[in-house]
């Protein structure tokens, strides 16, 4: 807006109407690099239709956002569409985008446009071929594959009350313990807490990690979670209580150690990258173990077959 010399009270009552919209007023006075992905996300999404452009696109734009956050960015995009704007939208998510497009267009695995038409025809075309295209097929799409007669949902509420009534109602909700509580115990977080700056992201936190666990972290944009991750893996030195890595305190680790037995894939990948290609990013850990050997070009490709 400054560019294009928009008056500064003009601007403001934007900037407002904008940090509403996307429910991210306490963002505003924020650094950008200290953001969430999700909320990052929202900043972007934002700053692209501040100056009301005629068609927007939109790449995966909600690619990091939690599921609230999602729904109400496609309410937002859905509201835009009646001020006449042209909007395009790359998505995965067919479920949520479904409700809110015209047209489809589907490209194949080989870049060439396959399908070309309006959603109800889009819809057929999914419902009717093989799902070899790696489409995420919507939960719709997969319900109505199953009918006999020809359904055309288009989103998960209308499947649930499609299905609502044949559900069984005599699920054991007892069942929901933890079934590895015999294994060993790998990380032990007790009571701790973590702020950056005087922003406390948690506080008084027990966690238990066991041997053979698979465990999901859930929560909105900007609740804390890559912060935990981070805090348990003691990239955040400054927090309070103690975590402890198969019974030893974090802090007393040397990290040479601790990170050949535990991998991390951050969500922005870009932080994690330090060289300049594939071949050398795989290697760089198996090099510290001696796994990689130097100008074996083959024997370390064979190594990567599972990526
Ligand atoms: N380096 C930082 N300095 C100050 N505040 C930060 C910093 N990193 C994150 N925050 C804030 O801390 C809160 C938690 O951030 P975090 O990245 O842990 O959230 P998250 O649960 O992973 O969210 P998302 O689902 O969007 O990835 C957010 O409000 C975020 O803006
Ligand atoms: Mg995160």
Redesign the pocket.
């Known amino acids: 807006m400054e560019n294009l010399g928009i008056e500064r009270d003009k601007m403001e009552k934007r900037l407002k109407e904008l940090l509403d919209m996307f429910n991210i007023k306490e963002?505003r006075t924020?650094?950008l690099?200290?953001?969430?992905?999700?909320?990052k996300q929202k900043v972007a999404m934002a700053s692209a239709i501040a100056l009301n452009p005629e068609m927007i696109i939109f790449d995966e734009p909600t690619a990091?956002?939690?599921p609230q956050s999602t729904v109400d960015t496609f309410s937002i995009v859905n509201k835009l569409k009646e001020d006449y704007k042209t909007i395009i939208i790359v998505e995965h998510k067919v479920d949520e985008v479904l409700p809110i497009v015209d047209f489809i267009h589907i490209l194949s695995n080989d870049g060439n446009c396959i399908f070309s038409g309006t959603k109800k025809e889009g819809l057929k075309f999914l419902i009717n071929t093989d799902n070899n295209l790696q489409i995420n097929m919507s939960e719709s799409i997969n319900y109505s594959k199953g009918l006999k007669e020809e359904v055309f949902l288009y989103n998960r509420e209308e499947v649930l009350e499609h299905i609502i009534e044949k559900l069984p109602l005599n699920g054991n909700s007892n069942n929901l313990k933890n079934t590895n509580c015999n294994t060993n115990l790998i990380v032990e977080a007790k009571n701790i807490g973590f702020s950056?700056?005087k922003?406390k992201?948690f506080n008084n936190l027990n966690l238990e990690i066991r041997e053979g666990d698979s465990l999901a972290i859930i929560?909105?944009?900007?609740?804390?979670?890559?912060?935990?991750f981070?805090t348990l893996l003691g990239l955040n030195k400054r927090y309070e209580g103690k975590i402890n890595f198969l019974g030893k305190d974090i802090k007393k680790i040397k990290k040479g150690k601790f990170w050949e037995r535990v991998g991390i894939s951050f969500?922005n990948p870009e932080l994690q990258f330090i060289t300049l290609t594939v071949y050398d990013e795989i290697g760089l850990g198996l090099k510290k173990i001696q796994l990689f050997k130097k100008g074996k070009r083959e024997n370390n490709l064979r190594i990567f077959r599972y990526f």
Do not use: C, V
Request: net charge neutral.
């Open positions: 963002l924020r650094e690099n200290k953001l969430s992905g999700g909320e990091n956002m939690d950056y700056n922003h992201i929560g909105h944009n900007g609740a804390g979670k890559s912060t935990l981070n969500q």
